[in-house]
């Protein structure tokens, strides 16, 4: 038999039958060895198209998960910037409700409930915080005294 690497030259096969030069009996077993030779073949075909569709599939996995992933990351950026603005505006809003009393040269509050109230409170929070803290730093001291 042939060997599998080395394919089986027909035409040269055609010459040989059609000269008389072997009989046909090797004509046949040259046709067997070409039958078995495409069947390798097509044994081999079919396992690099198994495994091409096994590589087609996955790849089309994978751009499917990226492209989830792209929209999950698009729509938290989409949140992320609608949040921004949100916060850029009310933080122009708040910043353009405190401004420069040019003339006093202080900063001024002007006349908006809501935000007075809020300093107000603020300032309280910050008060009662640092008494806190000093309340504690009194304690710490006089147990480091003893």
């Given at each position: 038999m042939t060997n599998s690497t080395q394919?089986?030259?027909?035409d040269a096969v055609r010459e040989t039958v059609e000269s008389g030069e072997v009989t046909k009996h090797r004509a046949e077993d040259q046709l067997i060895e070409l039958c078995a030779?495409?069947?390798?073949?097509?044994?081999?075909?079919?396992k690099l198209r198994a495994l091409y569709d096994r590589n087609i599939g996955s790849l089309v996995d994978q751009l499917d998960e990226a492209h989830e992933q792209l929209d999950t990351v698009t729509?938290?950026?989409d949140r992320l910037q609608a949040a921004h603005d949100v916060t850029s505006t009310y933080l122009d809003?708040?910043?353009g409700k405190f401004k420069l009393d040019e003339d006093a040269g202080t900063?001024?509050?002007?006349?908006?409930?809501?935000v007075t109230a809020?300093?107000?409170a603020l300032d309280?929070?910050?008060r009662e915080k640092?008494?806190?803290l000093r309340a504690e730093q009194a304690a710490d001291a006089g147990e480091a005294t003893r």
């Open positions: 394919p089986v030259d027909l030779e495409v069947e390798q073949l097509r044994e081999t075909h079919a729509a938290e950026r809003e708040v910043i900063n001024a509050i002007l006349d908006d409930p809501e809020a300093y107000d309280d929070l910050l640092w008494r806190t």
